[in-house]
C-alpha cells in the first residue's frame, strides 16, 4: 500500500533519516510486524517564523517496494552512423544538446576548447597559487563549462515544471543524490559535479557521438547566409546538418567573430559589481533567528534586491548566485583580468557566506562604449576587469574592503580573513569601480543593512570584481524555431547568447536547440 502525506516538521526530525522514518512511520501507524519504506518527495524550510519548520512532502511504502524516484533511464540509441549536428561549447547547454540529439536520433559532434574535467584541475590550481590564467581551460572554459566547478545550485526561475523534472532526472542517472529531487532549492556541490559531467561525457561517447577537447572554434564556414560548419584553430573544417553555438558568456573571441562575419548580434542589459563575504555564523543567525544553526539545518542563503538612483537614474541593486558555506574563486578567462564568482562543495561547511552583489548596466552606461556597437557591455566588462587587474599589479590578489568602512568611504586598516585563495589587498573600492556601479552598490548595501544587522558592517567585506553574472551580448534568434534571425542552421544557445542564466536553463534550452534543429533539419531521424 502507498501512501502520500504533507507535514510541517521541525528541522531535527525532517534532516535525520532515523527520526523521521521513526515519525512517519508513528502517523500513520505502522507496525512493528509491517515493513515500511519512507521517503521525502519535497522538502523547503520555512523560515519566516522565529521557529523553523521544514515543510515535507512525503510517500510510504507499506508492505510493497518502492517505486524509482526517476523515470528517465539512460536508454539512449546508438547514433554512430547518423546525420551530425555541430555543438561549439560543452558547457550545460553544450552536453544537454548533445544528449537530447542523440535521443532524436542525430549524432553530436560536441566540440570544446578547455581540457576534460580531471586535466582542468591543475589549470584552477595555477590560477590560485601562481596567478597565472590559461586562456583556454579556467573556472569557466573546460568540460563542464562555467557549471562544473561552479557552486552546483540547481534552481531557476522557468516555469516549465516537467522539463526542469527531466533535467534533474538526468543528473541523477549520472550520479547525483535523490536528494536534488526533493528540496526545493537543489545543490550538487562543487566537488560532486566533475564526476556527474564526466559521467555525462561518457553517456555521449557511448551512444557513438564525439566529444573533442582543447579543441578550439576559430571560423565559421558561412555561405549565403547558411551555417554549414565551423573551422578549428588547426585550420580543420567540421560540416554538419546544424551548429548549436553553446560557448558561454566568456567567449569574447566568439561575439567578436560573429561581429567579424556579420552575424547579427546585440548589446543586452546585465550587472556588475563585488562578491560580499561575511561569517555564514552571521547569515544563519540573521536567517534563522537563532544563535547557532546547529547540526540539522543547511547553511542559510538570502536573497537582496533594492532600488537606487545614481545621476537621476533608477538602478537595482541585488544579491546573486548567493554561496552559502563557500568559497570565492578567481573567475577570469584570460590574463590581465580579475573576475570573481562563487562556489561551495555540498556539505556546505566552509565558515563563509558569500554572494554577488551587483548593479544593473544601464545603457547609459554605454553611451562612451558606442563605438564598439553589440559589443559595448562587453567593451565596458573588460575595462572594469582590467582596470581592477592593472590596480592589483596583474595579479589575481582581489582588491578588498570591509563592508562598514565602504559605506563610510574609509580604507580599511586591515581586511578579515577570506575564503579567496589569491589573497586580498586593502583598496579603496570607490576608486576600483566605475561610479556608476560603486555609488548604487553603497546605496545598496546600505539598505541591506537596514534590513539585515550586522550585514553593512565590517563583520563583513566586498570582493572585487565580479563582472560576468550574465552576458553582454546577445545572439538574436527566432522565437519559434531558435534559428539564428538571419543565418539558417545556427542555433544560439545557452548563456552566451542570452536565453539562460545558470545551469538549469542552459541546459534546458540545450534541449530546446536541439529538438528543434532535428525537427527542421533530421526530421526522419526522430526515434520516437
Ligand atoms: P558555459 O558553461 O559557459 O559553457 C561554454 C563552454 O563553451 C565552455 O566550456 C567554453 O570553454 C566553451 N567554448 C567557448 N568558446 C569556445 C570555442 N571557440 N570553441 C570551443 N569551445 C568553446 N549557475 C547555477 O545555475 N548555479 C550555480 O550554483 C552556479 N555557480 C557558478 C559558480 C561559478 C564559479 C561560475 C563560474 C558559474 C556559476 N554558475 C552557476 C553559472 C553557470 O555555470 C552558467 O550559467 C552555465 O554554465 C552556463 O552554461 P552554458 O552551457 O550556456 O555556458
Do not use: W
Not at 502520500?4 to 516538521?9: I, K
Not at 548580434?265 to 559589481?273: L, Q, V
Amino acid at each position: 500500500m502507498k501512501k502520500q502525506l504533507s507535514l510541517v516538521l521541525e528541522p531535527e526530525i525532517a534532516f535525520d533519516q532515523d527520526n523521521f522514518v521513526n515519525k512517519v512511520k508513528d502517523i500513520l501507524q505502522v507496525s512493528t510486524t509491517e515493513e515500511a519504506h519512507v521517503r521525502a518527495i519535497k522538502r523547503s524550510i520555512d523560515a519566516r517564523g522565529r521557529q523553523v519548520k521544514v515543510n515535507v512532502e512525503v510517500e510510504a511504502f507499506i508492505n510493497e517496494a518502492p517505486t524509482s524516484m526517476i523515470e528517465f533511464t539512460k536508454d539512449y540509441p546508438n547514433v554512430s552512423n547518423a546525420p551530425q549536428a555541430i555543438i561549439v561549447g560543452a558547457g550545460p547547454a553544450g552536453i544537454f544538446a548533445a544528449l537530447r540529439l542523440i535521443e532524436l536520433g542525430v549524432k553530436p559532434i560536441l566540440i570544446e576548447r578547455g581540457k576534460d574535467v580531471r586535466t582542468r584541475r591543475r589549470d584552477l590550481a595555477a590560477i590560485n597559487k601562481d596567478h597565472y590564467v590559461n586562456p583556454e581551460s579556467n573556472y569557466c572554459f573546460g568540460e563542464g563549462g562555467a557549471g562544473t566547478y561552479s557552486d552546483g545550485k540547481l534552481y531557476t526561475r522557468s516555469k516549465k515544471r516537467g522539463d526542469i523534472r527531466r533535467i534533474l532526472e538526468i543528473f541523477v542517472a549520472h550520479g547525483a543524490t535523490e536528494e536534488i529531487l526533493v528540496d526545493a532549492h537543489p545543490h550538487i556541490g562543487t566537488n560532486k559535479l566533475p564526476k556527474i559531467v564526466a559521467e555525462l561525457r561518457e553517456s555521449i561517447k557511448n551512444a557513438g557521438g564525439e566529444v573533442h577537447f582543447e579543441t578550439k572554434v576559430t571560423d565559421f564556414i558561412l555561405e549565403q547566409n547558411t551555417l554549414k560548419g565551423v573551422v578549428l584553430g588547426d585550420g580543420r573544417e567540421i560540416k554538419g546538418i546544424g551548429v548549436i553555438l553553446a560557448t558561454g558568456h566568456s567567449a569574447r573571441d566568439i561575439f567578436e567573430l560573429c561581429q567579424h562575419r556579420n552575424i547579427y548580434i546585440e548589446a543586452k542589459p546585465f550587472a556588475m559589481g563585488v562578491r560580499i563575504e561575511h561569517p555564514q555564523s552571521l547569515i544563519d543567525s540573521l536567517q534563522y533567528h537563532r544563535k547557532e544553526r546547529g547540526q540539522y539545518l543547511p547553511a542559510a542563503s538570502y536573497s537582496l534586491v533594492a532600488q537606487t538612483y545614481f545621476k537621476g537614474v533608477q538602478r537595482g541593486v541585488f544579491s546573486f548566485c548567493m554561496c552559502p558555506g563557500g568559497f570565492i574563486v578567481p573567475a577570469a578567462t584570460a590574463p590581465g583580468e580579475l573576475v570573481v564568482n562563487g562556489m561551495s562543495p555540498s556539505r556546505r561547511d566552509s565558515k563563509f557566506a558569500n554572494s554577488g552583489m551587483v548593479v544593473a548596466v544601464n545603457d547609459i552606461d554605454l553611451e562612451p562604449y558606442k563605438e564598439y556597437g553589440a559589443l559595448a557591455g562587453l567593451q565596458l566588462q573588460k575595462e572594469q576587469e582590467q582596470r581592477a587587474c592593472q590596480m592589483m599589479n596583474g595579479t589575481q590578489v582581489a582588491p578588498a574592503q570591509l563592508v562598514g568602512d565602504f559605506l563610510q568611504q574609509k580604507v580599511s586598516k586591515e581586511l578579515l580573513e577570506t575564503s579567496y585563495q589569491p589573497g586580498l589587498s586593502s583598496s579603496d573600492m570607490l576608486d576600483v569601480l566605475f561610479p556608476h556601479i560603486g555609488k548604487p552598490l553603497q546605496d545598496g548595501i546600505k539598505q541591506f543593512g537596514q534590513k539585515m544587522k550586522g550585514y553593512g558592517t565590517n563583520l563583513g567585506q566586498i570582493i572585487g570584481i565580479e563582472s560576468r553574472t550574465s552576458s553582454p551580448v546577445r545572439i538574436p534568434r527566432d522565437k519559434e524555431s531558435l534559428e539564428h534571425v538571419i543565418v539558417k542552421r545556427l542555433y544560439p544557445c545557452g548563456e552566451g547568447a542570452g536565453y539562460a542564466g545558470g545551469i538549469m536553463s542552459a541546459a534546458m534550452d540545450g534541449e530546446r536547440c536541439a529538438e528543434q534543429l532535428v525537427t527542421r533539419y533530421a526530421p526522419n531521424s526522430h526515434y520516437h
